[in-house]
C-alpha cells in the first residue's frame, strides 16, 4: 500500500517532467527534436508547477519556477498569464480532478452496512491524499494560500461530513441533532476520524516519521473505534439536552 502511494509524480524532477519543453521548438530554449503540441505542453508546466510548490512552498516566485525548469519567464507566461492563474490550475490539477464523485454515492448506499461503506470510502480516499504532493500543497496551501483550503474543506463538510453524520444517526438510531450546535458537535467527530487518515500523510511527508506498513488495516480501526465510541456519546448527549 505504501509503496503505491509513494509512487507520485512529486518524485519526478521538473527538468525531466520538462524536457520536450527545454528542447522545444519554442525562441527562447533549443531547437527542438520535435514539436509538442500546446496543450501537451501546457500539462508538463502543470505537473512541473506541482513538484515545484509542493516543495518550495507558493511563496517561490515564478522567476525561481522557470530557473528551476530551465525555461523562461515568457514561456510560462505563455500559457499561465499571471502566478494565480498557474496557481488555480495546480488547485485543479490536485485536488478537483482528483475528486472522486462515487465517494458520495458510496457514502449514501444504505443497501451497504455503514462500516462497510465508510471503510471503502476512506481507502480509495487515501490513496488520493496520502501523497507527498497532494499532503505537502495542502499543507503549503493553508500557510500563505487559506483560499485553496477553504474551497476544498467546504465541499469536503457538505459533500463527505454531513453525509456521513446523516448515515450514523441512520444506522445507529441516533435523534436528528435538535440545532446548529449539535449537528456542528456531530461534524467535529466525524472531522477528528477523518483527519485520523489525513494525518498519517502528515506524519510521512512532513514530519518524515514511519507509518504502519498496513495502512488499510489502520483505516480499518480507525473506523471501528469511531462506530462503536461516537454513537453511544451522541445518543446521551442528545438525552442531556
Known amino acids: 500500500m505504501i509503496n503505491k502511494l509513494g509512487k507520485t509524480r512529486a518524485a519526478i524532477e521538473p527538468r525531466k517532467a520538462l524536457d520536450s519543453i527545454t528542447n522545444g521548438s519554442v525562441a527562447e530554449v533549443a531547437a527542438p527534436r520535435r514539436r509538442l503540441a500546446p496543450e501537451d505542453r501546457e500539462d508538463q508546466i502543470v505537473q512541473a508547477a506541482i513538484t515545484f510548490f509542493a516543495r518550495h512552498g507558493f511563496d517561490a516566485s515564478t522567476r525561481d519556477l522557470a530557473k528551476e525548469l530551465g525555461v523562461t519567464q515568457p514561456l510560462l507566461y505563455r500559457y499561465f498569464p499571471t502566478k494565480e492563474a498557474l496557481v488555480d490550475r495546480v488547485y485543479d490539477e490536485v485536488f478537483a480532478r482528483r475528486w472522486n464523485p462515487e465517494w458520495e454515492e458510496w457514502l449514501a448506499d444504505r443497501s451497504v452496512p455503514l462500516s462497510d461503506r465508510l471503510k471503502r470510502y476512506f481507502h480509495?480516499?487515501?490513496?488520493?491524499?496520502?501523497?507527498?504532493?497532494?499532503?505537502?500543497?495542502?499543507?503549503?496551501?493553508?500557510?500563505?494560500?487559506?483560499?485553496?483550503?477553504?474551497?476544498?474543506?467546504?465541499?469536503?463538510?457538505?459533500?463527505?461530513?454531513?453525509?456521513?453524520?446523516r448515515e450514523l444517526r441512520h444506522a445507529c438510531d441516533i435523534p436528528d441533532p435538535p440545532d446548529a450546535a449539535a449537528e456542528d458537535e456531530e461534524v467535529e467527530l466525524v472531522w477528528a476520524m477523518?483527519?485520523?487518515?489525513?494525518?498519517?500523510?502528515?506524519?510521512?511527508?512532513?514530519?518524515?516519521?514511519?507509518?504502519?506498513?498496513?495502512?488499510?488495516?489502520?483505516?480499518?480501526?480507525?473506523?471501528?473505534?469511531?462506530?462503536?465510541?461516537?454513537?453511544?456519546?451522541?445518543?446521551a448527549r442528545r438525552v442531556a439536552r
Open 124 to 165: 480509495d480516499y487515501a490513496r488520493y491524499v496520502l501523497r507527498s504532493e497532494w499532503v505537502r500543497i495542502f499543507i503549503y496551501a493553508g500557510l500563505s494560500r487559506a483560499g485553496i483550503n477553504q474551497k476544498y474543506l467546504t465541499r469536503l463538510r457538505e459533500r463527505h461530513f454531513l453525509v456521513i453524520a
Open 194 to 235: 477523518h483527519s485520523s487518515v489525513f494525518y498519517l500523510g502528515v506524519r510521512k511527508w512532513i514530519y518524515q516519521q514511519p507509518i504502519p506498513k498496513n495502512l488499510e488495516e489502520q483505516i480499518d480501526l480507525r473506523v471501528d473505534t469511531f462506530l462503536l465510541g461516537v454513537p453511544p456519546v451522541l445518543k
